[in-house]
Nanobody, 122 residues
Framework: QVQLVESGGGLVQAGGSLRLSCAAS????????MGWFRQAPGKERDIVGI????????DYADSVKGRFTVSRDNAKNTVYLQMNSLKPEDTAVYYC???????????????WGQGTQVTVSS
């Protein structure tokens, strides 16, 4: 329903940081639960983090807790993923998604961005 565009990916050394952005075109952005997912070649698309409508609730995959932070700015129709202490195993295509439920299941999110590549070198 809402159009999403990710940006901010790139190549970074292990231990470095990246900040991904997801811009939404819909006028009802604030009503969506937003999620970040990632998918490595040959692997399933997995949750990275989610954030509630107000931003008061967040949840993260165990593999990124303490390193990644999801935030949102509803006035700017944008959600962010701050990634610190990056590891080679974080290498994947990162997608933002919009839904109406607080869930870590990718199938519950109806709108998806095109993805942005994050590559972490050792």
């Amino acid at each position: 329903q809402v159009q999403l565009v990710e940006s901010g990916g790139g190549l970074v050394q292990a231990g470095g940081s990246l900040r991904l952005s997801c811009a939404a075109s819909g006028r009802t952005f604030s009503s969506y639960v937003m999620g970040w997912f990632r998918q490595a070649p040959g692997k399933e698309r997995d949750i990275v983090g989610i954030i509630s409508w107000s931003g008061s609730r967040t949840d993260y995959a165990d593999s990124v807790k303490g390193r990644f932070t999801v935030s949102r700015d509803n006035a700017k129709n944008t959600v962010y993923l701050q990634m610190n202490s990056l590891k080679p195993e974080d290498t994947a295509v990162y997608y933002c998604a919009a839904g109406h439920q607080i869930t870590t299941s990718a199938r519950s999110f109806g709108s998806w961005g095109q993805g942005t590549q994050v590559t972490v070198s050792s």
